[in-house]
């Protein structure tokens, strides 16, 4: 079953079964309960990252929307691995809500999956959170415009080091539009900073004005 089949099944079976809370079990008409969705580790901060892409170095501008305690980790990891749709449209759909949006962006980039790890999982997590802000805020929205041309290992297992080295020229910029001065990166979680700093790296490089990142969670 592919990625938008599953989808639509997810969303199916949300009408046909009884619902309950993912977290407490709970009845609930979502996939979290109301007492449940006020106890979220809402973060809402900004924070700037800069580093040597040229001369003068360049800044990151990222914002994340959750702290990734629990149990925003558990819905992550649920939403990532476990192919639950309902928690990540959920996930999606809080992100656009609590996104603070001073300077509007041209367009949104997600982080793009090897065409390996792609295949296993079925769907990008991080196109289907950028998809549900782009509904909710009406910035367009181009998930072909990078690639991610090397197999990396998990950044989860490796140390801040490793994770620099691991992620290098791990990305090619496909297609690029002139208009397209101001980029927003989206992602699940961000840890180091490591793989967006490289996607951005290349983006500047190709003559980007900006390059910001909306992330679900920051560790």
């Known amino acids: 079953m592919n990625y938008k089949r599953l989808i639509r099944f997810s969303h199916l079976i949300s009408f046909?079964?009884?619902q309950s809370c993912f977290l407490c079990g709970d009845n609930s008409t979502d996939c979290l309960c109301p007492a449940c969705l006020a106890?979220?580790?809402?973060?809402?901060?900004?924070?700037s990252i800069a580093f040597k892409a040229e001369e003068p170095p360049k800044i990151i501008q990222v914002q994340a929307v959750f702290s990734y305690i629990y149990p925003i980790d558990k819905l992550i990891i649920a939403a990532k691995f476990h192919q639950n749709l309902a928690v990540l449209n959920l996930l999606g759909y809080l992100m656009a809500q609590h996104l603070t949006i001073e300077n509007r962006p041209d367009v949104l980039i997600p982080v793009p999956l090897h065409s390996k790890r792609l295949r296993e999982r079925g769907y990008n997590q991080s196109l289907e959170l950028a998809k549900r802000i782009k509904k909710k805020t009406g910035i367009p929205l181009a998930y072909k415009t990078c690639k991610r041309i090397k197999e990396t290992l998990p950044q989860t297992s490796l140390s801040t080091q490793?994770?620099?080295s691991n992620i290098v020229d791990a990305f090619q910029v496909l297609e690029l539009k002139k208009e397209w001065r101001h980029i927003v990166l989206i992602d699940d979680v961000m840890t180091t900073g490591a793989t967006v700093k490289e996607l951005a790296k290349v983006l500047l490089k190709m003559g980007v004005q900006r390059v910001d990142v909306w992330?679900?969670?920051r560790r």
Do not use: I, K
């Open 16 to 18: 046909v079964l009884p």
């Open 39 to 47: 106890e979220l580790p809402y973060h809402n901060s900004l924070e």
């Open 162 to 164: 490793q994770r620099q």
């Open 215 to 217: 992330c679900c969670a």
